[in-house]
C-alpha cells in the first residue's frame, strides 16, 4: 500500500487567538477524491488555508508526498504539487483569461494553455475577456483551469458549486471526474451540494468541533440520511 | 523672461525626474505595501555615489551608471534584513524606514559633512531649440528617463514575471497560492524601486547642491503624485507625476518656489478630498 498523500497530524490552527481547528488529523491516499462536508462556519475553508499556508498551523505537522510542510509560504505549497480554487474563485479581475491562466503556470507554453482551455471550452471563446467580465460559472472554470494548468498532484477546491448554475455544475463535476480518472489525481473536494459530492467522491468525511468526526465511502452516504442530518442539519 | 519652449521643457525635465521617483516608491508600495520613508534619501545615496566618483577622478559617466546599480544593491540589503521582517505591519514600516533614513543622513554627514557639494557639468553644451538655447544635458535627462520609465513598463506589462508582480499587486495570497515566489518579487521590487531612484539622485546631481538633506524636498512630491494619482496601480504615477510636476513647475517659474509647493499641496489635498484612490483609483472592493 501506498503512503499516503497528504497528512495530517494533530493540527491546530485559526484566527487571532481563537483556534478553528483543534487537533485535526486526515490522511488522503494517492488518487482519491475526498469530500470535506459540515456546516457553514465549522471550518472547512480554514482547512483548505491552513493547508494552503495562509494560516498558520499553531501545533501539528502537515506533510505532503514527504514534504514536511508545516508553516510553509504558500508559494512553496504550491511548488510542492498542491492546486488551490479558493472559495469566492479570487480569479484577477483585470487580467485576460490567458493571463489568469498563466498566473497558474508562469512557465506554461502554448500547448499548456490550449490544454487548459481544452477543459473549458468556453475559456477558449472568450479568452481575450478579462476575468471580472465573467459569469461566476465562469470564473469557477477559469480557477479550476488556473490550478490545473500548474499540473498539481493534490487538487483542493472550496465550494466550487456555491451560486452557480446547475448544468456548470454538472460540467464541473464531469471535468473533475474526468481528470480524477485520466491523471489519477487526488482531489479534495468542500461542498455542500450532495449531487456533485455523490457524482464526483469516494469518501466523505464530516468536519465538527475542530477535528474530523467521521469517514464514510460516499456511495453509503445517500443510505444514511441520519448522517445528513447529524453533521448538516442547522 | 525665458521662452515658451523653455518654460514647457524645464516642467516636463521635472516631471520626468518626478517620475522616476514616484514610480519606485508605488511599486514598492503596491506589491509589498511599504510605506518607504526612505526613499529620499536612496535618491541622495544616488548623488552621493555620483559625488565619490568625482571625488575619487573618475567621470560623471561612471557614477551615472554606479548610482543605481549601487543603489538598487543597498535596496536588497535593506529589504533583507529590515524590510522583510516589518512589511506586514503598516506602522513598523514607517518607523523602520523613517529610522533608516535619519541613519542614512546622519553617515552622510559623518562622511562627507554637513555642506554642500557640487557636481561639475557632464555636457556644457547647449541646443538651440526654437530660437532659444537650451542645457543639452537637460535633454539628456528627459531622454534617459523616458527610456528607464518606459523599460519599466515593458517590463511590467509585457513580460511574465511583470504580470506575476502585477498579480501580487491585486491579490498578494492567491497569487502566492499559485506558486509565485513572492518573497523573490519583494527583493526585487524593493532592489529595483531604490535603484530607480539612485539613478533619479544621480542624473540630477550636477543641476543642484547636494547635501544631506536633499532627499526630502524629492519625497514630498513624489509621495503627492502617487497620492494624486491613486494609490495601488503602477500607472498611477505618470499621470500625478505629470500633474504635481508641471503644477509646481509652472508655479516656480511664474510665482516662486515657496507658493509652488503651497499650491500643488493644496491641489493635492483637493483632488484627493474629490477622488478619494486618486485620479486612476479603482474603488475599494466593497465588503
Ligand atoms: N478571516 C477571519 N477572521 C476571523 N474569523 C474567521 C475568519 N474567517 C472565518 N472565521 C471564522 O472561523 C470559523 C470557520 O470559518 P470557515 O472555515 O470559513 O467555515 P466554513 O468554510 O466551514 O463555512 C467561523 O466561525 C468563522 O466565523
Ligand atoms: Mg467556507
Redesign the interface.
Known amino acids: 500500500m501506498d503512503k499516503p498523500v497528504l497528512e495530517l497530524d494533530g493540527i491546530s490552527a485559526g484566527y487571532g487567538t481563537g483556534l478553528v481547528l483543534q487537533d485535526l488529523s486526515l490522511t488522503v491516499d494517492r488518487g482519491e477524491v475526498l469530500g470535506i462536508m459540515g456546516r457553514n462556519g465549522v471550518g472547512k475553508s480554514t482547512l483548505l488555508k491552513t493547508l494552503?499556508?495562509?494560516l498558520k498551523v499553531r501545533s501539528g505537522r502537515l506533510t505532503f508526498s514527504g514534504h514536511d510542510l508545516t508553516n510553509a509560504?504558500?508559494?512553496r505549497?504550491?511548488?510542492a504539487g498542491v492546486g488551490?480554487v479558493?472559495q469566492g474563485r479570487?480569479v484577477?479581475?483585470?487580467?485576460t483569461i490567458r493571463?489568469n491562466l498563466?498566473?497558474?503556470?508562469?512557465k506554461a507554453r502554448n500547448d499548456d494553455i490550449d490544454a487548459a482551455m481544452d477543459l473549458f471550452p468556453v475559456l477558449r471563446e472568450r479568452a481575450r475577456a478579462t476575468g471580472g467580465s465573467l459569469s461566476g460559472g465562469q470564473q469557477q472554470q477559469l480557477a479550476i483551469a488556473?490550478?490545473l494548468i500548474?499540473r498539481p498532484a493534490l487538487l483542493v477546491l472550496d465550494e466550487p458549486s456555491e451560486g452557480i448554475q446547475p448544468s456548470i455544475v454538472r460540467e464541473i463535476g464531469t471535468t473533475l471526474k474526468q481528470v480524477s480518472a485520466e491523471k489519477g489525481m487526488t482531489i479534495m473536494l468542500v461542498e455542500q451540494n450532495m449531487d456533485m459530492i455523490t457524482q464526483c467522491c469516494d469518501r466523505v468525511v464530516f468536519l465538527e468541533g475542530g477535528r474530523i468526526a467521521t469517514s464514510v465511502p460516499a456511495a453509503q452516504l445517500l443510505e444514511s440520511p441520519a448522517l445528513l442530518n447529524k453533521y448538516m442539519a442547522f | 523672461m525665458s521662452s515658451v519652449a523653455t518654460i514647457v521643457l524645464d516642467a516636463s525635465n521635472y516631471a520626468l525626474i518626478l517620475l522616476l521617483i514616484a514610480l519606485g516608491l508605488a511599486i514598492i508600495f503596491g506589491l509589498m505595501n511599504v510605506i518607504n520613508l526612505a526613499h529620499g534619501e536612496f535618491l541622495m545615496l544616488g548623488a552621493y555615489t555620483v559625488l565619490s566618483i568625482q571625488m575619487a577622478g573618475g567621470p560623471f559617466w561612471l557614477g551615472l551608471i554606479a548610482a543605481p546599480l549601487a543603489v538598487g544593491l543597498f535596496g536588497l540589503v535593506i529589504e533583507e534584513v529590515v524590510i522583510r521582517r516589518v512589511y506586514h505591519r503598516v506602522l513598523d514600516t514607517i518607523l523602520a524606514t523613517w529610522g533608516l533614513s535619519l541613519l542614512l543622513k546622519q553617515s552622510i554627514v559623518l562622511v562627507f559633512g554637513p555642506g554642500s557639494h557640487s557636481i561639475e557639468d557632464p555636457i556644457s553644451a547647449s541646443v538651440m531649440i526654437f530660437g532659444a538655447p537650451y542645457p543639452a544635458y537637460r535633454l539628456f535627462i528627459m531622454a534617459i528617463s523616458l527610456l528607464v520609465v518606459t523599460a519599466t513598463f515593458l517590463f511590467f506589462f509585457k513580460t511574465r514575471i511583470g504580470l506575476a508582480a502585477r498579480g501580487v499587486i491585486a491579490n498578494r495570497n492567491m497569487a502566492a497560492c499559485l506558486g509565485i515566489n513572492t518573497r523573490n518579487l519583494d527583493r526585487m521590487t524593493f532592489s529595483l524601486g531604490a535603484a530607480l531612484a539612485g539613478l533619479a539622485g544621480a542624473v540630477i546631481a550636477p543641476l543642484i547642491s547636494l547635501d544631506p538633506h536633499l532627499g526630502l524636498g524629492y519625497l514630498v512630491p513624489a509621495f503627492l503624485a502617487i497620492l494624486v494619482g491613486g494609490l495601488g496601480s503602477i500607472m498611477a504615477p505618470v499621470v500625478g507625476a505629470a500633474g504635481v510636476g508641471v503644477t509646481e513647475n509652472l508655479a516656480a517659474t511664474f510665482l516662486s518656489p515657496v507658493y509652488a509647493q503651497l499650491i500643488v499641496f493644496i491641489t493635492a489635498v483637493l483632488v484627493i478630498r474629490l477622488a478619494p484612490g486618486g485620479l486612476l483609483g479603482k474603488k475599494r472592493r466593497q465588503t
Do not use: C, H, K, T
Not at chain 1, 92 to 95: A, E, K, Q, V
Open positions: 494552503m499556508g495562509l509560504p504558500s508559494y505549497v504550491a511548488a488551490y479558493p479570487e484577477f479581475p483585470d487580467f493571463q498563466i498566473m497558474g503556470n508562469l488556473r490550478a500548474g
